[in-house]
């Protein structure tokens, strides 16, 4: 009869109002059932001592020098079939070096070789970034604006952006990665941002309910991804018209700087 | 800015992102699951040891654990309860050691794992009188924690993953590596085990309600 009362105090459907009934009639069960109820009362008075706010962090703190590195091997990553789509990234950047170290100075006053050299790199990448952040850009007003058909079922299918998100993942990988070897760090890091988002995105179900796709609505919403991805935008298009002056000052400073204030005024 | 910016960040960064980040060699990413689970795997670990040293040190094996097992992880469940259950097998297993190692040692005098050579009458006698209401309830506290320890650590395990944190039979089966038939068997064996090494408070406080002194 312990088993059953145990079964009883711990919620078990089964025979419950049998053992209900039983109990009604039956002072020995109901003080055996007190007996266990007194054990699980004191289980919850035993208190755990709390090991303070911070304790995650203290854990990361003395675990993290312990984790090896986890670097998949460059040529996995490269023919990947999903890194096959972002040939074209990948060639904006390969261009980028080339051109860099092919294009020839041009002679002129005050205009060095590695001026010349950073400044077209610094310009095909521009470009290049530019596109795959309008392209994001628009992905995330859409997804931003897109209302489910309550018509259509109950599941709303989210495949197809999957995939686009899946696609621009693999560019903004390796933007983002290239950006960061420019020393370019505010343009890394909305990079990183938009690739968690995407992340985000590429690993929900195929499938979701209504609810939770308009959650991933409000916390595209809550990130202000897309605000930043229009500031970062702006500041490529200034950088574009700074590079067709010659002599200026070092662009990405004054572009880094400005970008930080409008994120702080953000 | 940068730093308030991630931790803000990581806050919304869903589980499973986190796990891909650091799948993809992105080390950090891992601190943001480690960060979000281990108070409460720092709970588990403390109700299976017992001691905050040592669910310190379950903790941190638990999660290293988890790191170097991540791919096998693959988005199976939710990371909590994974890495969850990763700390109960590692809890399990120390406790199983240092049974090993206590039989070994042969202490004498030592509580025997039923607790049958407990002294009721004793605990009765401590019960009992009203002014030591409070030093009877941290000696049912201190009998508790001896009742614990003296359980298998399947019932130990059992009956922390059951009534302190909830977990479906199924889940107690699973990190057992039981049936479910055996693992609710093993939780009914650890509640009655704690039953009746708290018997004797049981009887106390009825004679104390009887006497009209509680």
């Not at chain 1, 890194?83 to 390969?94: D, P, T």
């Not at chain 1, 002129?108 to 070789?113: A, L, S």
């Amino acid at each position: 009869m312990e088993e059953q009362l145990i079964a009883f105090h711990d919620g078990e459907r089964t025979d419950r109002e049998r053992v209900s009934a039983h109990l009604a009639s039956c002072p020995e069960c109901r003080a055996a059932l007190e007996k266990i109820e007194a054990v699980f009362a004191a289980m919850d008075a035993m208190p755990v001592p709390d090991p303070g706010e911070n304790y995650g962090q203290r854990v990361w703190a003395q675990i993290s020098s312990r984790l090896p590195e986890r670097q998949p091997r460059w040529w996995e990553s490269f023919f990947a079939p999903r890194r096959l789509v972002s040939v074209g990234a990948f060639a904006a950047i390969v261009a980028a070096f080339l051109l860099g170290r092919l294009v020839p100075p041009e002679p002129g006053p005050g205009n060095d070789t590695k001026i010349d050299t950073a400044q077209v790199r610094e310009r095909i990448l521009v470009v290049a970034v530019g596109d795959h952040l309008s392209k994001s850009e628009m992905f995330l007003v859409e997804l931003s604006n897109a209302q489910p058909n309550p018509s259509s079922g109950t599941l709303v299918n989210i495949a197809a952006t999957q995939r686009r998100a899946e696609d621009l993942l693999e560019e903004n990988r390796l933007y983002r990665q290239t950006a960061l070897q420019e020393g370019d760090q505010v343009t890394a890091s909305t990079l990183d941002e938009l690739e968690r988002v995407l992340l985000d995105i590429a690993n929900s179900p195929d499938e979701v309910t209504p609810a939770r796709f308009e959650s991933m609505q409000q916390r595209l919403a809550s990130r202000g991804i897309l605000f930043k991805v229009r500031v970062i935008q702006q500041g490529l298009r200034e950088r574009t018209k700074l590079q067709q002056k010659p002599a200026q000052k070092p662009m990405q400073q004054n572009i880094s700087r400005r970008n930080t204030q409008e994120g702080n005024k953000a | 800015m940068t730093q308030m910016t991630s931790s803000v960040e990581s806050a919304l960064i869903p589980d499973a992102v986190a796990v891909e980040r650091t799948l993809a060699g992105d080390r950090d990413a891992y601190r943001i699951l480690v960060e979000r689970h281990s108070q409460n795997v720092y709970r588990l670990a403390y109700r299976m040891a017992g001691n905050s040293h040592d669910a310190e040190e379950i903790v941190q094996e638990a999660f290293l654990r988890a790191y170097q097992k991540l791919k096998q992880f693959a988005g199976q469940a939710n990371f909590g309860t994974w890495v969850y259950r990763i700390a109960a097998n590692y809890a399990i297993d120390r406790l199983r050691q240092r049974k090993v190692d206590d039989s070994r040692r042969e202490q004498p005098g030592r509580d025997s794992e039923d607790g049958s050579d407990i002294d009721p009458l004793a605990q009765v006698r401590d019960a009992a009188p009203s002014p030591e209401r409070l030093a009877r309830s941290s000696q049912l506290a201190r009998r508790l924690e001896q009742a614990l320890q003296d359980l298998t650590p399947a019932e130990r395990t059992a009956i922390v993953m059951r009534h302190w944190d909830g977990c479906a039979i199924e889940e107690i089966a699973a990190t057992l590596k039981s049936s479910t038939t055996a693992a609710k068997n093993t939780v009914f064996r650890a509640v009655q085990k704690l039953r009746m090494a708290l018997e004797p408070f049981a009887e106390g406080r009825q004679a104390a309600k009887a006497m009209g002194t509680e």
